[in-house]
């Protein structure tokens, strides 16, 4: 009997170690996050994606409890930096915040390297940021109707600054060319830092850049914005135009963007996630560095995120296909 009750003991003492080992992943698991959490921004410092990202950051880095990291890695239109995400462990330490081209350059190159509905999980909408369209100032064009009869007068002579084939800018022009019935042509460079810089200074004709920095420029006398490409008048820009009220009814690109996890990152981390950037996106502070930047602050849950790039698609293949827009193209 003695020797039984010895036994019985022992397996006790052998099952609650391995209840204790067993338990110790999901333990570590539920008090997520633990370790510092890498935001991978796939384009160059600069653009609206890392006006994003550092808009956010340090506010997250406080409600998260551990420091939120940002990784530029830039690269043929975002896909590089959205390659790295993808193929991260799947438990929220590698998140990528993206923009349109999330969708586009898998419609834009033969291999893409991911499929932006499968390989990833949608987190949390952040913002939208319309375009302007500007010209340097040596181009005799003060408004959008006036730039459409230039580009019609000097057919395939009129060159704009495009920061990579099926980026915001590249499908702004193209979105512009279509509507406009006219061909300016876009030439390609690696970022929208370098894109925006071309046309200042006045390797380019026509800029389609996001508005937080075209802005600034037009206030310098460095770059002169026609009009902007959301529906309604930029905060950060009121006196300027729409381009639909500018000769284009119904024009509209507004770059959004969104935060995205590999896709087998656990429900519960995206709920979290979705709930910090929401509660982020509230702070007082956070808000009025938006508002400057002529951003629209857009909380979505993650089921709303993934519907609204379901609608996107559709706009954005048409304008591709429409377009012929295809990697290495010109135009």
């Excluded at 067993?22 to 008090?31: G, I, W």
């Excluded at 370098?194 to 937080?212: K, Y």
């Excluded at 959004?256 to 996630?273: E, K, N, Q, S, Y």
Aim: glycine share 8%; proline share 5%; charged share 20%.
């Amino acid at each position: 009997m003695e020797g039984f009750c010895r036994s019985s003991i022992r397996f006790g003492l052998l099952a609650t170690v391995l209840m204790a080992a067993t338990a110790v992943p999901t333990f570590a698991a539920e008090r997520y996050p633990t370790k510092p959490i890498r935001l991978v921004c796939p384009f160059s410092a600069g653009g609206s994606t890392d006006f994003n990202a550092r808009a956010i950051q340090d506010k997250l880095t406080q409600l998260l409890g551990e420091q939120v990291v940002i990784d530029n890695r830039a690269g043929a239109s975002g896909q590089i930096g959205t390659r790295i995400v993808k193929d991260s462990n799947a438990d929220g330490y590698s998140l990528v915040l993206h923009t349109v081209a999330f969708l586009t350059s898998t419609m834009v190159y033969k291999n893409a390297g991911y499929d932006p509905l499968k390989d990833f999980k949608l987190v949390a909408m952040i913002s939208k940021i319309p375009t302007a369209v500007s010209v340097h100032p040596s181009v005799p064009a003060k408004s959008v109707k006036e730039l459409v009869a230039l580009a019609k007068s000097r057919s395939d002579q009129i060159n704009y600054a495009s920061s990579g084939v099926g980026t915001n800018s590249h499908l702004t022009g193209e979105l512009f060319n279509l509507m406009g019935n006219v061909n300016i042509r876009a030439i390609q460079y690696k970022g929208g830092g370098p894109a925006l810089a071309a046309v200042v200074s006045g390797e380019m004709q026509v800029g389609f850049s996001n508005i937080t920095n075209t802005a600034r420029l037009h206030e310098a006398g460095r770059l002169r914005a026609l009009a902007v490409s959301s529906l309604k008048r930029s905060s950060a820009m009121p006196d300027l135009p729409t381009v639909a009220e500018s000769g284009m009814p119904g024009f509209e690109m507004v770059a959004w963007h969104i935060v995205a996890a590999p896709a087998g990152t656990p429900d519960r981390i995206i709920t979290l996630l979705n709930q910090k950037i929401q509660a982020t996106l509230a702070d007082p502070v956070v808000m009025k560095r938006f508002d400057r930047g002529g951003a629209e602050i857009i909380p979505m849950s993650p089921q709303q995120v993934t519907s609204y790039l379901k609608e996107e698609q559709v706009k954005w293949r048409r304008v591709v296909r429409e377009r012929k827009i295809t990697a290495g193209a010109r135009r």
